[in-house]
């Protein structure tokens, strides 16, 4: 099984800067809604979340952007689950022109399952522990993402003396 084709969506207007491009804050949007199918794949939409009174709280994200996004682009993201334990879901969505392999971006994510009365921590259910290992059994030949466990920072500085 490939990645997961989550969302699909056209480059509204109103997502647009004044240069033409996909703003910052609407790759994350998008990004965002291909976590929510994502759930729903998982059963934890939001009847799961009405009924057991779980939900996924994002703990950490990392957002790359690596090729312009412009108006009316038709795009769609792709999934793919990195790792997964008892409480803790990691996954990687890339951006794509629909039909096309080139990533546009790239999200990284780390999910947490939380009891919203707590709220805290709180195993999956064993439904979703099963559509997990699916997931994760059916994705296992996928090479992981080139972007993935990427940090932020400058070089290190050589003192004068070493230049």
């Known amino acids: 099984m490939p990645a997961l084709t989550t969302y ?13 491009h996909l703003r910052d804050a609407f790759y994350l949007l998008i990004f965002s809604y291909a976590t929510d199918a994502l759930m729903n794949t998982l059963g934890l939409d939001s009847s799961n979340r009405e009924a057991s009174g779980h939900s996924l ?48 971006a790239g999200n990284e994510q780390m999910l947490l399952h939380v009891d919203l009365a707590g709220p805290q921590a709180t195993p999956f259910s064993e439904a979703t522990l099963a ?23 400058l070089p290190a500085k050589k003192a004068p003396s070493q230049l």
């Open 8 to 20: 699909t969506t056209k480059i509204q207007p109103d997502w647009v800067d004044y240069n033409g």
């Open 57 to 104: 709280f994002t703990l950490e994200l990392h957002l790359n952007y690596l090729h312009e996004v412009k108006l009316g682009a038709e795009v769609e993201v792709h999934t793919q689950l990195i790792a997964f334990d008892a409480k803790r879901l990691h996954l990687y969505h890339s951006l794509h022109r629909v039909g096309d392999d080139k990533a546009l």
């Open 131 to 153: 559509r997990l290992a699916a997931i994760s059994a059916e994705q296992a030949e996928l090479p992981r993402p080139a972007l993935l466990g990427r940090v932020i920072g």
